[in-house]
């Protein structure tokens, strides 16, 4: 498995949302649906390295990317697709979000 480079400074930034379970279906649709207009506006921000996306069946969602810089990250704090278009479809489908949280990344394999 090849690991890409993660440059000195980089940060994983960590945005967890909570559903009942039992929305499961209507959430996962939700999160596969969102992708559709926040692809695109995220490629074009600086600093990407990877984003992923997951929702488990347990009620919980979350979103995890590296980024170059803190700052890097911080863009999507302003991201109109991410803070106002997902923000409402996820919360139209009962996923509350938990505060955002940016790790400087330590060591990785």
């Known amino acids: 498995?090849?690991?890409p480079s993660i440059p000195?400074?980089?940060?994983?930034r960590v945005s967890r949302?909570?559903?009942?379970p039992s929305r499961f279906a209507e959430v996962e649709q939700m999160n596969r649906d969102i992708s559709a207009y926040l692809i695109p506006a995220i490629r074009q921000l600086d600093g990407l390295l990877a984003f992923?996306?997951?929702v488990s069946p347990t009620g919980s969602l979350a979103h995890v990317s590296?980024?170059?810089t803190d700052?890097?990250?911080?863009q999507l704090n302003d991201l109109r697709e991410m803070v106002v278009d997902a923000r409402r479809d996820a919360e139209a489908v009962g996923v509350?979000?938990?505060?955002i949280t940016h790790y400087p990344i330590a060591w990785s394999i």
Not at 17 to 20: I, T
Not at 96 to 99: D, K, Y
Request: glycine share 12%; charged share 15%.
């Open 71 to 74: 700052e890097h990250a911080a």
């Open 66 to 68: 590296i980024w170059r």
């Open 52 to 54: 992923y996306a997951g």
């Open 17 to 20: 949302g909570e559903f009942d």
């Open 1 to 3: 498995m090849t690991v």
């Open 8 to 12: 000195p400074g980089a940060v994983t």
């Open 96 to 99: 509350s979000f938990n505060p």
